[in-house]
């Protein structure tokens, strides 16, 4: 009798963590929807619920540091991307994010850093050096900047974003024709249709060009 009373003991145990577990699936899912549909304060909240419960849950970090880098909350989501590397230094992405939150703070050397470190734990992310040459390209040191776009197009010729910056840099250089046919590259390749947002970037380029 005690057998069967501890076995039932043990199942109910059992099935109490299933359910838990399963509504922290659904929490997550809900999470995952919200980022979907850019509701990002309602994200963060479900997230932290699910942080309170699983804290050393690297995913549910990286998508509240997301969520708040997308609400440009930039120095809130450096804390979840550090974390998510605290807990796992071989992390992919987390650094790629932790450098466009440090970038949109004005903390150039540390955007770069993180960048150049994601190459070393993601070998394959060779959209780094674009980023870097973003950075370089706000510093205002060209040449450098140069450097980084031209080891990123030959890297991956197919990455539009690439072009863009490229045209940028030749832009702030003064060098009309390279900077307008690098902005054409992009067009060319779909920038626009692909990343909508970078309309600001190649509308500024196209008055220089028109000039």
């Not at 990286?62 to 979840?80: I, W």
């Amino acid at each position: 009798m005690k057998r069967i009373k501890t076995l039932l003991s043990i199942t109910l145990a059992l099935a109490s963590l299933i359910v838990v577990k399963a509504q922290e699936n659904d929490s997550y899912d809900q999470a995952v929807k919200q980022i979907k549909n850019k509701e990002w304060d309602n994200a963060v909240s479900t997230l932290t619920n699910l942080i309170e419960k699983e804290p050393e849950n690297t995913t549910y970090y990286f998508y509240r540091g997301y969520a708040k880098e997308m609400n440009l909350k930039y120095k809130e989501s450096v804390e979840d991307f550090t974390k998510v590397i605290e807990l796992d230094p071989k992390a992919k992405v987390a650094r790629t994010n932790r450098g466009y939150a440090y970038r949109h703070l004005g903390e150039y050397d540390k955007a770069i850093n993180d960048f150049q470190e994601e190459l070393k734990v993601n070998p394959k992310a060779t959209y780094s050096y674009e980023h870097i040459s973003m950075v370089y390209y706000l510093k205002k040191d060209y040449a450098k900047a140069l450097e980084n776009v031209n080891t990123a197009i030959e890297k991956d010729a197919s990455n539009s974003i690439s072009y863009k910056t490229k045209a940028l840099i030749y832009k702030a250089m003064n060098d009309k024709e390279n900077a307008c046919s690098n902005k054409n590259k992009a067009v060319e390749m779909g920038i626009l249709k692909d990343y909508p947002s970078f309309k600001v970037d190649i509308d500024e380029v196209n008055e220089f060009c028109s000039k």
